[in-house]
């Protein structure tokens, strides 16, 4: 089944790009990741259909990840976000080197250049920790536009990162 998952979006990840201007570059994945195929397939099935099997061109109003997400690793409470998301929190994958292991993913693969320079993996100790805090829905939004103005102020991420998909506007 995962195979066939698999396959299924890499042929979607063909198909997205027509169209479109360019994403930015994916970035290099952690050694830290156990296995950088399941990281990948766990990512389309429980993210990619609303952030895209690319981190762009979401189809729900959620934001881009693709050359952003990794902003979210310059300071230690930007990051525990991205592992208190109750989507990633209450994630039914409940490995935590798994878990781990699809976050690394997201932001290093799909955040690329957005990473700070010296920014290191999660971990399954941090991704344990940090679950037992999940965000609730309510929260999400004031939570975001925190989040985003620390990157902005403190580790010079882009002002464009304040909108949802930086391509329209929003």
């Known amino acids: 089944m995962r195979h066939a998952l698999l396959i299924g979006s890499l042929v979607l990840l063909g198909a997205v790009g027509i169209g479109r201007a360019a994403l930015p570059p994916m970035g290099l994945l952690p050694s830290a990741i156990t296995d950088p195929d399941l990281a990948r397939s766990d990512y389309v099935e429980n993210c990619g259909g609303c952030h895209g099997v690319q981190g762009s061109a979401a189809p729900a109003a959620l934001p881009e990840l ?8 310059c300071t230690p409470q930007t990051r525990a976000y991205l592992i208190r998301l109750p989507n990633v ?8 080197q798994q878990l781990a292991d699809m976050m690394n993913f997201v932001v290093f693969g799909l955040g690329g250049g957005s990473v700070p320079q010296g920014s290191t993996p999660f971990t399954a100790e941090e991704v344990a920790h940090e679950r037992r805090f999940a965000l609730s829905a309510a929260s999400l ?3 975001r536009a925190r989040h985003v103005e620390t990157a902005i102020r403190k580790c010079h991420a882009p ?9 329209s506007g929003r």
């Open 141 to 143: 939004t004031a939570e």
């Open 89 to 96: 929190a209450l994630s039914r994958i409940r490995d935590n």
């Open 159 to 167: 002002a464009s990162l304040r909108q949802m998909f930086p391509s």
């Open 66 to 73: 693709r050359g952003r997400v990794g902003w979210f690793l």
